[in-house]
C-alpha cells in the first residue's frame, strides 16, 4: 500500500491497483509495552486485541472512574 484515500474510500497500491474498503483497520503492529513500577493489579488492562476489548466491556459498564494511559494510535484518540 501506497496511499490512502479515505473520502474515495480506497487504498492503492504500488503498482497503481486500487482496493476499494467500507471500512479499514490500520495496525501497525506494535505491541504495547509495559510502563515500570505498575503494580501487578487485575484492573490494570493492557488493550491491543479483540480478546482485550471483551474483557474491557463490563469492567467499563461499571466502572465509576477510569485512567486511560497510552501514547500509541489507540492512545491518542
Known amino acids: 500500500a501506497v496511499a490512502l484515500l479515505p473520502a474515495?474510500?480506497?487504498l492503492r497500491?504500488?503498482?497503481g491497483a486500487e482496493l476499494g474498503f467500507?471500512?479499514?483497520l490500520l495496525a501497525t503492529g506494535a505491541?504495547?509495552?509495559p510502563l515500570?513500577?505498575?503494580p501487578d493489579d487485575p484492573r490494570i488492562l493492557t488493550l491491543r486485541n479483540l480478546a482485550d476489548v471483551a474483557a474491557l466491556q463490563?469492567?467499563?459498564?461499571?466502572a465509576r472512574r477510569v485512567v486511560l494511559l497510552g501514547g500509541g494510535?489507540?492512545?491518542l484518540e
Request: positive net charge; aromatic residues 4%.
Open 8 to 10: 474515495e474510500k480506497k
Open 73 to 75: 494510535f489507540i492512545g
Open 58 to 62: 463490563p469492567r467499563l459498564q461499571a
Open 36 to 38: 515500570a513500577d505498575l
Open 22 to 24: 467500507s471500512k479499514l
Open 13 to 15: 497500491l504500488d503498482d
Open 31 to 33: 505491541r504495547a509495552r
